[in-house]
């Protein structure tokens, strides 16, 4: 479990020699969470990269004939050479993105920490402040939680995302067994085209989780390293 506390006083009665405080930290992100993170950070990068190969075998979404390509996307910025191998790393890296989010979901609910990340109707009116403060350089809300409004909102967004790219990935990759998953999704076609924008929606929220990151600077990145945050902005207790 997350949260727990600790703060290392230098000698002195407390203080250092430059009258400053001691360390506060907090347990942040358990092993599971980090684990997850950056299994999840991997397979993404091989999903992509060898969903474009696959993409790039048939560029378009609409008749194969007369075909009408939407983009050429560089060979270069893809993975698996040819149709054939893209499949490989694909179905591969599928079955550990698979198996490393029912493991995180799995995680998430039965040890509480969910309560963490969840975006809840209470965090509805926070949303906006942080807007203003991370795109308009307005001010800073005050922190009292470990995620505020906005990174709740994105984290809860990206895991139903990753949901449906589950989904409209079984519904291509199987469209007979699951016909009716398909069928859903108005076909094929349109589960094919989902499951492009559903990546694309996804690399948008990396974008914005990175940016993040730096923002929040060097202690909030070694947090999903060690699970310790050093002097974090919010009271943990």
């Given at each position: 479990?997350?949260?727990?506390?600790?703060?290392?006083?230098?000698?002195?009665?407390?203080?250092?020699?430059?009258?400053?405080?001691?360390?506060?930290?907090?347990?942040?992100?358990?092993?599971?969470?980090?684990?997850?993170?950056?299994?999840?950070?991997?397979?993404?990068?091989?999903?992509?990269?060898?969903?474009?190969?696959?993409?790039?075998?048939?560029?378009?979404?609409?008749?194969?004939?007369?075909?009408?390509?939407?983009?050429?996307?560089?060979?270069?910025?893809?993975?698996?050479?040819?149709?054939?191998?893209?499949?490989?790393?694909?179905?591969?890296?599928?079955?550990?993105?698979?198996?490393?989010?029912?493991?995180?979901?799995?995680?998430?609910?039965?040890?509480?920490?969910?309560?963490?990340?969840?975006?809840?109707?209470?965090?509805?009116?926070?949303?906006?402040?942080?807007?203003?403060?991370?795109?308009?350089?307005?001010?800073?809300?005050?922190?009292?939680?470990?995620?505020?409004?906005?990174?709740?909102?994105?984290?809860?967004?990206v895991v139903g995302l990753g949901i449906l790219s589950v989904f409209t990935g079984l519904a291509i990759w199987k469209p007979v067994q699951f016909s009716w998953l398909a069928?859903?999704?108005?076909?094929?076609?349109?589960?094919?085209?989902?499951?492009?924008?559903?990546?694309?929606?996804?690399?948008?929220?990396?974008?914005?989780?990175?940016?993040?990151?730096?923002?929040?600077?060097?202690?909030?990145?070694?947090?999903?390293?060690?699970?310790?945050?050093?002097?974090?902005?919010?009271?943990?207790?």
């Amino acid at each position: 479990m997350s949260g727990a506390v600790v703060e290392i006083e230098p000698a002195n009665n407390g203080k250092s020699e430059d009258g400053g405080k001691g360390i506060r930290a907090v347990y942040e992100h358990p092993l599971p969470v980090r684990l997850c993170h950056w299994v999840n950070s991997i397979s993404l990068f091989v999903l992509v990269g060898s969903g474009l190969q696959i993409f790039r075998a048939f560029p378009s979404f609409g008749a194969k004939i007369p075909q009408k390509d939407l983009l050429h996307w560089p060979k270069s910025l893809a993975i698996g050479g040819w149709l054939g191998g893209a499949l490989q790393w694909h179905l591969t890296f599928m079955w550990i993105y698979l198996a490393t989010g029912l493991f995180y979901l799995g995680y998430q609910i039965f040890s509480g920490n969910y309560r963490q990340v969840l975006f809840l109707p209470r965090d509805i009116p926070g949303v906006w402040p942080m807007v203003k403060h991370y795109f308009f350089f307005g001010a800073k809300p005050a922190v009292r939680e470990a995620y505020n409004p906005l990174q709740k909102h994105a984290y809860t967004t990206v895991v139903g995302l990753g949901i449906l790219s589950v989904f409209t990935g079984l519904a291509i990759w199987k469209p007979v067994q699951f016909s009716w998953l398909a069928w859903l999704m108005g076909g094929f076609h349109w589960a094919r085209l989902w499951h492009f924008l559903i990546m694309w929606a996804i690399l948008f929220f990396v974008f914005g989780h990175l940016v993040m990151v730096v923002l929040h600077g060097w202690n909030n990145f070694v947090s999903m390293l060690t699970g310790w945050k050093k002097d974090p902005e919010y009271d943990p207790r």
